[in-house]
Each structure stands twice: as C-alpha cells, then as structure tokens.
C-alpha cells in the first residue's frame, strides 16, 4: 500500500478531503511541481471515509499500488501510443495518396489530434473510473483526534 498522512479539511458526503503534507522525498521529485500545483507544502486528495473522520483530524491514507501504477501507463502511456500511431498512420497514408508531400506535417498534426483525443478520452474514463472504490483512496486509520490549525 502507497500511504500518505494528513489532516481532514473537508466531508462530502462519504468522502473526506485530505490535505498531505510534503515530505522531505518530494524534494527530489522531478514532478514535485505537478503534484504540488496549489501550495509549495501541500496538496489535496479526495479519499473514502469510512472510519467517519472529521475535520481536524489527523489521518493515514492508502492506496494500492495496482491502482497507482494503473493509473500512471494510463496517464503516459496512452496519450503516447496514441501520438506514435497517429503520426505514423498519417505518414503513411500521406506518402501513398500524395507521394510523401507534406507527410511530415500530415504526421504532426495528426499525431498531436490523437493525443488531444486521447486527453478527453482519459478524462472522461477517469470520471467513470474514480467512482469505483478500488481506484480510490482511503483512510485506513486516524492518527489524532484533533490537530491545531493556526
């Protein structure tokens, strides 16, 4: 299991928003600055509640690592394939219909339609998908009753 500890800021019905405090490894990351948008110190995550935290409450939040990884060739690897394939497939027609004049521009702009594509695709996958409870975070376990939030 991925775990992470934060503080509840916020319930939505059966779902609590988690603010996760940035460790010392995320100094390192390479995509510290995707992950961490909003704050330099702080990012926030949508995670089942089933223990019932509140907020103010510190807490452990999982996530299994399938999911994760899952998640990432999603992410990467589709918007990737799709770039490739649509690139060479445009070439390739390109250089039999027209005998390979602006094949190479065909091959750009249609590489990049079918990763745009690929983007709204994942995007409202990922809506379908996070409803799913195996994909989601979840408080496994309250730390503390109560945190001081200055």
């Excluded at 509640?49 to 399938?66: C, D, E, H, S």
């Amino acid at each position: 299991m991925i775990e992470e500890e934060g503080v509840v800021v916020g319930i939505s019905g059966g779902n609590a928003t988690v603010e996760i405090l940035r460790k010392s490894a995320c100094e390192s990351c390479a995509a510290a600055g995707i992950c961490h948008p909003r704050d330099a110190n702080k990012s926030f995550m949508e995670a089942a509640n089933p223990l019932r935290a509140v907020p103010g409450q510190k807490v452990r939040v999982a996530l299994k690592p399938q999911s994760y990884l899952q998640m990432a060739i999603v992410l990467y690897g589709v918007p990737l394939a799709a770039l490739v394939t649509g690139a060479i497939v445009a070439k390739n027609l390109s250089l039999y219909t027209s005998g390979g004049e602006h094949s190479d521009r065909w091959a750009f702009y249609t590489g990049i339609v079918c990763m745009i594509v690929s983007f709204v695709s994942i995007r409202l996958y990922a809506k379908k998908v996070m409803k799913k409870p195996q994909y989601k975070p979840v408080i496994r376990e309250i730390l503390s009753e109560r945190e001081f939030r200055p």
